[in-house]
T-cell receptor, first 113, second 115 residues
């Protein structure tokens, strides 16, 4: 089962900031928080990840709550090309020393022109 | 372009048949992951290989199998196909196994339709 909870859908106007929330109340101390997005008719692509501190990259920012039980992906200026399903993921470690991603249902972001 | 290639892009076959999906990881990536995405189940992890060895299993049916070859490409074999196996199948690759952080790069997928 997915370890994260996200709203099913959100809407944003073009050129405005978007805040996509994610709850991960069962997160452990060593779990990274990952965000991927899936554009229409494409495979998922990496957006950002973080552990404790807020993170920024060219695509987005990730704000992590102090207790790490929730996080928010921030798109500073949404464009029509940002319309996608956004997945917040925690890794599920296996007994063989590797991990697997458990994808939830994600948040479908609609960007209005 | 993620650097991960998958063939074929589309596959249409009949129930009971067997198909093979192929994946070539990014240059230098040793880990390969297979995922199934269907309308009712979302994106499901199937199996992971690292440098030729199976390392993690997810919700993979016994009718499905995979392998990773010495040149690091991977194949997912689906047999005794059922209507419910119709889905998008994604392959992803990453540099390593699990140390610290490994971003996964996803291919464009193979759309399988079972009639």
């Amino acid at each position: 089962d997915a370890k994260t909870t996200q709203p099913n859908s959100m809407e944003s106007n073009e050129e405005e900031p978007v805040h996509l929330p994610c709850n991960h109340s069962t997160i452990s101390g060593t779990d990274y928080i990952h965000w991927y997005r899936q554009l229409p008719s494409q495979g998922p692509e990496y957006v950002i990840h973080g552990l404790t501190s807020n993170v920024n990259n060219r695509m987005a920012s990730l704000a992590i709550a102090e207790d790490r039980k929730s996080s928010t992906l921030i798109l500073h200026r949404a464009t029509l090309r940002d319309a996608a399903v956004y997945y917040c993921i925690l890794r599920d470690f296996t007994t063989s020393g590797t991990y697997k991603y458990i994808f939830g249902t994600g948040t479908r972001l609609k960007v209005l022109a | 372009d993620s650097g991960v290639t998958q063939t074929p892009k589309h596959l249409i076959t009949a129930t009971g048949q067997r198909v093979t999906l192929r994946c070539s990881p990014r240059s230098g990536d040793l880990s390969v992951y297979w995922y199934q995405q269907s309308l009712d189940q979302g994106l499901q992890f199937l199996i992971q290989y690292y440098n030729g060895e199976e390392r993690a299993k997810g919700n993979i049916l016994e009718r499905f199998s995979a392998q990773q070859f010495p040149d690091l490409h991977s194949e997912l074999n689906l047999s005794s196909l059922e209507l419910g196996d119709s889905a998008l199948y994604f392959c992803a690759s990453s540099v390593g196994l699990a140390a610290s952080y490994n971003e996964q790069f996803f291919g464009p997928g193979t759309r399988l339709t079972v009639l």
